[in-house]
């Protein structure tokens, strides 16, 4: 199985006390190994000279916002992928998560809340998205092919799912790349996609210093 975790190295209370039905977990994939970061908000990982940094923003009282930047600290140019993973807090059998094809968002349906989840990098819509079974996310089982970084596409799911986005990266030597992230929780599909299209047309608001 060729997935490694990192381990936690930055606390914030803030952060981990807020609460989160749904929640974001970022990951690189890396010549066909996967890194999840599964807690915390900042990880390096030396031995492929890459890091990854999260921030959480406050912007709306129903939006989780998150900056996710990625460092390549080596002097050379190179592809990886950013890996986008949400998670529900409390799993149930009555949930369901589905990828909508017309306009390429992720939708969950859990405890008669709506969440759409969108996702940027590198100011591209992250466009490769599946919905996969909780059990198979800490294995290859998430790819079609591992060694070429391709997900295996779910476009529904219902119990204990998660959804995933994936989007490769371009990097000049010693870069960081930035990209957005949110989820959006309410009661309507309309309600969710007005509140998408804010975010969309105010992301460069939201640029932060790493």
């Known amino acids: 199985m060729n997935t490694n975790s990192l381990r936690k190295t930055e606390h914030d209370p803030n952060f981990e006390g807020m609460n989160r039905k749904l929640r974001m977990f970022p990951g690189l994939w890396v010549d066909g190994v996967t890194y999840w970061l599964n807690d915390g908000l900042q990880q390096t990982l030396h031995e492929i000279g890459l890091s990854i940094h999260v921030k959480e923003l406050p912007v709306h009282s129903k939006v989780r916002f998150y900056k996710v930047y990625v460092t390549n600290h080596y002097p050379f140019a190179r592809k990886v992928k950013i890996l986008l993973q949400y998670t529900h807090e409390s799993p149930s059998r009555e949930h369901v998560s589905f990828v909508s094809p017309a306009d390429n968002l992720v939708y969950h349906l859990a405890d008669q809340t709506v969440y759409l989840v969108n996702g940027y990098m590198q100011k591209e819509k992250i466009k490769e998205c599946t919905i996969q079974p909780y059990w ?16 295996k596409y779910i476009p529904m799911f219902k119990g204990n799912a998660v959804s995933l986005f994936t989007k490769e990266i371009e990097f000049d030597g010693r870069q960081t790349c930035e990209g957005e992230s949110w989820v959006i929780s309410g009661e309507s599909k309309s309600e969710l996609q007005n509140l998408n299209s804010v975010l969309l047309k105010n992301t460069l608001a939201f640029q932060t210093k790493k």
Not at 136 to 151: P, R, T
């Open 136 to 151: 198979n996310i800490y294995s290859d089982n998430i790819w079609a092919s591992s060694a070429l970084g391709k997900l």
